[in-house]
């Protein structure tokens, strides 16, 4: 059974500084791993698709790298702004026939 | 991309009544999900909406309870019936694109009272 994990649980930090976001997944057969933003009582956007056969996706400031062979993905934010402050979701698609399996999320801050 | 509506977006209920939640996407697409997600959790899957079939339910979620309706391609609803304060949670639908990227609707926020 897959089972997601995201480390830290919260986070805070000063605006400008650089920081990374850590997701770990048990089963390595993946189908793709999504990044996820969330904002308070509001639904997800969607940051970041890595593929199974993909490395890295970027977006601006926000670059997600996928190590499928040791179950790991970090989500880096280059110059971090207040309005960055959200809760962050990992979640991992084992099949196109499976749910999505999601972790439980690490809280950002960033504090001007 | 897929652009998703829910109404209502929040609504404040008492416990013994039923509440259907509507999803609305503006392109056809085959798969819907519902998700459940309680205070200070992550997201949980209660079932998955198929066009023209019964929904598939995940363990612990029973059609009696949160029963699903897809009439079309675009479409889904769900209830949420005989409501206890446990049901209190943000109900979120989701769709997925052709490489499975998944999308989500902006959240119905029920609290039961």
């Known amino acids: 059974k897959q089972e997601v994990t995201q480390i830290p649980a919260a986070l805070s930090v000063p605006e400008g500084e650089n920081l990374v976001l850590n997701c770990s997944f048990t089963?390595?057969?993946?189908?793709?791993l999504q990044w996820f933003r969330q904002d308070p009582g509001k639904g997800l956007t969607s940051l970041l698709l890595?593929?199974?056969?993909?490395r890295e996706q970027t977006s601006g400031r926000l670059n997600a790298s996928l190590d499928k062979s040791s179950g790991r993905s970090t989500l880096y934010i280059a110059a971090s702004q207040p309005g960055d402050s959200a809760t962050y979701l990992c979640?991992?698609?084992?099949?196109?026939?499976?749910?999505?399996?999601f972790g439980k999320g690490t809280r950002l801050s960033v504090i001007a | 991309s897929a652009v998703i509506s829910q109404k209502p977006s929040r609504d404040i209920c008492q416990r013994g009544t039923s509440l259907t939640i509507q999803c609305q996407v503006d392109?056809?697409?085959?798969?819907m999900f519902w998700y459940r997600q309680q205070p200070g959790q992550s997201l949980t899957l209660i079932a998955t909406?198929?066009?023209?079939?019964?929904?598939?339910?995940e363990s612990g979620f029973v059609i009696d309870k949160f029963p699903i309706s897809r009439p079309n391609l675009t479409f889904s609803t769900l209830t949420v019936s005989n409501m206890s304060p446990e049901d209190s949670s943000i109900y979120l639908c989701?769709?997925?694109?052709?490489?499975?990227?998944?999308?989500f609707g902006p959240g119905t926020r029920l609290t039961v009272t």
């Open positions: 989701s769709v997925a694109s052709g490489d499975y990227e998944q999308y």
């Open positions: 089963d390595s057969a993946i189908y793709n």
């Open positions: 890595i593929q199974s056969s993909q």
């Open positions: 979640a991992v698609l084992n099949s196109g026939n499976t749910p999505l399996v």
């Open positions: 392109s056809q697409v085959t798969m």
């Open positions: 909406a198929n066009q023209g079939s019964e929904a598939t339910y």
